[in-house]
């Protein structure tokens, strides 16, 4: 890269622009962007906020399509109801997001935070710009924030802070309705303050969480707090598609003079890309500084300049590091290819897990401390317990058989029949009966089909206990 490039700044890397020197924050000011792509993010925002507060309530089979709850340990992912015992799936699936995070931000850099993260889009699409509405934009937010206390500033202020609240609050109810549920959520608005204290906490905290970090900790949530944004570090390369000036075109920089001649680069140092940008950066600096976002925003400000002054657009662009410096296009390198193989083949075992995952799951241990019985026609008895999970939103009756070996029978003690509620665990003891001439070993192996209505739904396999051969 050109020496010139960072002479303007050569210790950009050292600080934030949201610390000063004495470690005190500074504040920012972002002024109002606008063009094709921030048009784009806003319509797509739009989408993403309506199917975020709209989530909780969609139903899939009488269940939400998505529920994280926490406490009970039971996730509801697009209607199927996943439960400590289908951990191993849970993994592999996280396995399979983590291999895709790390592979789409080596690819595309971190335009999912410009673009689609929740941070940003509530930050940017949201509070800003309801401050853009109530307070104006960059310069007169300075001005009103520089100002003596007044009426203007008072009503302004408190507005501000109560619409933020407001928003806040709805944001809390939302996350809050993703892990108990919006039945849960309902009770604990229209109940009695006394009766949910607990639920009343979280709802209180999330929103002073949420209004703590939209109001004042800000952008500093993506260059100082986010994991994610640190991971780009090590995940970027020269072949990453990120948001890039072309200092080749742009360099030596330049304010525009009338009637003369120009000899320097096409930026003109208008500084419109730096007053644009949420966190505080000089995209100029380079392509890969761990502030930026990829939001874009940039590029629309340099684009309209480039209009302005008859130069082509794309001085700031998506493109990668290697793309600016030697005009090479994008290619998939040798990281990009494995990482791809290592996906497919992780996705391919997470199918075949959920193909082979069932709705119900029995379990059925020999009861402790008994041996077996013989009965008085000869044949031999075990005592086991059962316990049957139910993973989806339906009540059925079970019957129990054995299924291998052949001539065996069950009788449950002290009970018909066994009834499986929707979502839950039913226990049961029985008698497993076999022939003695059924019995080839001492530890035999033994089959348990449950059924319900007469169809098979899952087995069990245990051992059989009988006397030496």
Known sequence: MSATLYEPDEDFRTHLPTIDAAGKRVWLYPKKPAGRLYRARKWLSYGLLALLFAGPWLRIHELPVLMLNLPARKFIIFGQIFWPQDFFILLVGALAFVLFIILFTIVYGRVFCGWVCPQTIFLEMVFRRIEYWLEGDAPQQRALDRRALDWDKLWRKTTKHALFGLVSFLIANTFLAYIIGTGELVKLVTDPPTAHLGGLAAMALFTGVFYAVFAQFREQVCTIACPYGRLQGVLLDQRSLVVAYDYLRGEPREKLRKNQARTAGDCIDCQQCVQVCPTGIDIRNGATQLECTNCTACIDACNSIMALIDKPPGLIRHASVADIAQGTPFRLTGRMKALSGALVLVLAGLTLLLVARTNVEARVLRTPGQLYQKTSHGSITNLYNISVINKTNHAFPLTLRVLEPAGGTVSLVGTDGLQLP???????????????????????????????????????????????Q
Request: glycine share 12%; charged share 15%; net charge positive.
């Open 422 to 468: 929707a979502q839950g665990i039913v226990e049961g003891v029985f008698f497993a009966e076999l022939p003695r001439t059924a019995l080839h070993q001492t530890n035999q192996p033994l089959r348990i089909g449950v059924f319900s209505g007469g169809r098979l739904i899952t087995e069990a396999r245990t051992k059989f206990l009988g006397p030496v």
